[in-house]
C-alpha cells in the first residue's frame, strides 16, 4: 500500500516537472531534430561531391592537431612583454608562422593517410577460404623472428607457430 503511494507520488511529480518544462523539452528536441536534418542534408552534398573525402580526410587530422596557442614572455633583448605564438613547444614571432607549421603538419598527416591507404585497403580484401566461402583477410601480425631464422637455418615453417591444424 505505501508502495502504491510513492508510485503515484512518484508519477505526479514527474509529470509536473514535465509541464513545468515542456517548452524547453519541446525546443531541445526540435533542434535535435534540425540537427538531423542539416546532417542528412550535408551527407546527400558530400556523396555528390567529388572532394568531399578530401575535405573529410582534412577535417580528420585537423581534429589531431592542436591549434596554435598566444603567450606572453619577456623579450630577451628589452625586457618588455612580448606576445609569442606556441605549437608544439615552440614558440614562433608571429601567428602566420604558427598556422603555416600547423597547416603543413596538417598537410602531412592527410597525405601519410593517402599513402598508407593502398596497403590498408590491399589488406581488408576478403580472401577465399578453404570451404569456398569469403571472409576478410586476418589483421596483420607483428613479425617475430622464429627460432629457425634466428639459428640462420634456411627450413621454412609450413604454419606459423601459433596456428593450429584442424
Known amino acids: 500500500m505505501?508502495?502504491?503511494l510513492l508510485t503515484i507520488a512518484l508519477t505526479i511529480a514527474i509529470?509536473?516537472?514535465i509541464y513545468r518544462y515542456h517548452h524547453r523539452i519541446g525546443a531541445a528536441l526540435k533542434r535535435f531534430d534540425a540537427r538531423n536534418v542539416q546532417r542528412i542534408a550535408?551527407?546527400?552534398r558530400q556523396r555528390r561531391d567529388p572532394l568531399a573525402h578530401f575535405r573529410e580526410t582534412i577535417k580528420t587530422a585537423e581534429e589531431q592537431v592542436e591549434d596554435v596557442s598566444e603567450i606572453m614572455v619577456t623579450d630577451?633583448?628589452?625586457?618588455?612583454p612580448a606576445t609569442r605564438y606556441l605549437f608544439e613547444g615552440?614558440?614562433?614571432?608571429?601567428r602566420i608562422e604558427a598556422e603555416n607549421v600547423?597547416?603543413?603538419?596538417?598537410?602531412s598527416i592527410a597525405h601519410n593517410y593517402y599513402i598508407e591507404l593502398p596497403h590498408a585497403l590491399a589488406e581488408r580484401k576478403a580472401q577465399p577460404s578453404v570451404d569456398g566461402s569469403t571472409r576478410p583477410s586476418p589483421p596483420p601480425r607483428a613479425s617475430s623472428p622464429s627460432?629457425?631464422?634466428?639459428t640462420g637455418s634456411n627450413v621454412v615453417p609450413l604454419r606459423r607457430?601459433?596456428?593450429t591444424l584442424h
Not at 630577451?76 to 618588455?80: A, V
Not at 615552440?90 to 608571429?94: F, V
Open 2 to 4: 505505501i508502495r502504491d
Open 15 to 17: 509529470g509536473l516537472l
Open 42 to 44: 550535408e551527407q546527400e
Open 76 to 80: 630577451e633583448r628589452l625586457g618588455t
Open 90 to 94: 615552440r614558440q614562433y614571432a608571429s
Open 102 to 107: 600547423r597547416a603543413e603538419k596538417i598537410r
Open 147 to 150: 627460432p629457425a631464422s634466428a
Open 161 to 163: 607457430p601459433d596456428e
